[in-house]
């Protein structure tokens, strides 16, 4: 399997500018997630989905953030508008189930807003 | 809320020696734990997994303990090489149906 898939991996865009991140989990994980990872609070969960349907999105810092998952092979997080203080490192991550499986992440999706 | 504490937050150590890198959480209601590493501009990588069950996995040169009662979890890396150097974090779910909660790693540095 190649692995948990995101798109772009580099991304600058200025303020106010809508971003749209995506993501292509492993063939047959029911869970996928989003985390933001930056150097002052580490990695924290943003949004998660079992089976495209969104279980828990406590950790969406506002309104200006939405994901959605059309199907069990896609998944899109996005920022409008965006905001300098979204610059941080998006990561996607999928697993078979939240219970004692190995949790796979993609090489992240660099932002920064300008 | 579960918050998870890695100490310490970097360490630099010489070619060849045996470390222990420490994670704790506020709720020692652990459910299971992973240790991951993330090397500079990388995803996370698992490396090992303690499942409910058991209290210590070993992959290697490296060996992770889990002790519920406390709520600590450490990670041993036996006879450090240059290549180890990375971010190590750790994570666990409070229960099996709640996603990962993670620490902010420690940043190790191992020279050659």
């Known amino acids: 399997d190649a692995g948990v898939i995101q798109s772009p991996r580099h991304e600058v865009t200025e303020m106010g500018q809508e971003v749209t991140l995506r993501c292509k989990p492993i063939s047959g994980h029911d869970y996928l997630f989003w985390y933001r990872q930056t150097m002052m609070r580490g990695l924290e969960l943003l949004i998660y989905?079992?089976?495209?349907?969104?279980?828990?999105d406590s950790g969406m810092p506002e309104d200006r953030f939405s994901a959605k998952m059309p199907n069990a092979s896609f998944s899109t997080l996005k920022i409008q508008p965006s905001e300098p203080r979204d610059s941080a490192v998006y990561f996607c991550a999928s697993t078979r189930a939240l219970s004692g499986n190995t949790i796979y992440f993609g090489e992240g999706s660099w932002l920064t807003v300008v | 809320k579960q918050e998870v504490t890695q100490i310490p937050a970097a360490l630099s150590v010489p070619e060849g020696e045996n470390l222990v890198l420490n994670c704790s959480f506020t709720d020692s209601a652990i459910y299971n734990l992973q240790w991951f590493r993330q090397d500079p501009g990388k995803g996370l990588t698992s490396l090992l997994l303690?499942?409910?069950?058991?209290r210590e996995q070993t992959s290697g040169r490296l060996n992770a303990s889990l002790d519920k009662s406390s709520g600590r979890s450490t990670l041993y890396i036996a006879a450090s090489q240059p290549g180890d150097s990375a971010t190590y974090l750790c994570a666990g779910p409070t229960s099996g149906n709640t996603p990962l909660v993670f620490g902010k790693g420690t940043r190790l540095s191992v020279i050659a």
């Open positions: 989905f079992n089976n495209n349907v969104p279980i828990d």
């Open positions: 303690i499942q409910s069950s058991q």
